[in-house]
């Protein structure tokens, strides 16, 4: 009986606050902050190569965060990762990966550290990807799991949960 009420109160909604932006906007603020206290060598000491880099990198992520959410709002379903799930949603950016608007956040994270020369961002854009995994995508998972059942569990068999 606990596991049949556990599964409806996924079916309702993932998450009960949107925690994912607060990790990634956290990781920012924290690599900014070790910078200026411990900084750590640039990741291409190149300062051209690493703005070029860094600058193509976060206007990817940013076309890919785009791309996602216009997938989810073509598709009738949510964007915010705390309310119910209308569709499950498998084209666009979501044929590649089923978490694309979180990748998209990781690479933007690392990109304002090769922007910056700063690698503090990659060692942050991990430990959020990490905390995005465990307190976030899983539990949205169970969610779509709940709601869509079979449908969802062959989704996963074929795209990846990052990349």
Not at 48 to 53: A, E, G, P, S, V
Not at 96 to 102: A, E, Q, S, V
């Amino acid at each position: 009986m606990t596991g049949t009420v556990a599964m409806n109160a996924y079916r309702v909604k993932p998450l009960s606050f949107p925690w994912p932006p607060l990790f990634y906007g956290a990781a920012i603020f924290a690599a900014w902050m070790f910078h200026q206290f411990a900084g750590l060598p640039a990741l291409l000491p190149n300062e051209k190569l690493r703005w070029i880099t860094g600058a193509t990198m976060i206007s990817m992520a940013i076309g890919l965060d785009l791309w996602a959410t216009k997938t989810l709002l073509e598709s009738c379903t949510t964007i915010l990762p705390h309310r119910a799930s209308r569709h499950l949603v498998t084209h666009g950016p979501y044929r590649y990966t089923r978490n694309p608007i979180y990748l998209g956040y990781t690479l933007i994270t690392m990109g304002i550290g090769l922007f910056t020369g700063n690698a503090w961002f990659f060692i942050m854009a991990t430990l959020a990807a990490v905390f995005t995994t465990m307190l976030a995508i899983r539990r949205e998972e169970m969610h779509l799991h709940a709601r869509f059942g079979i449908e969802y569990e062959r989704y996963c068999r074929k795209t990846r949960r990052w990349i």
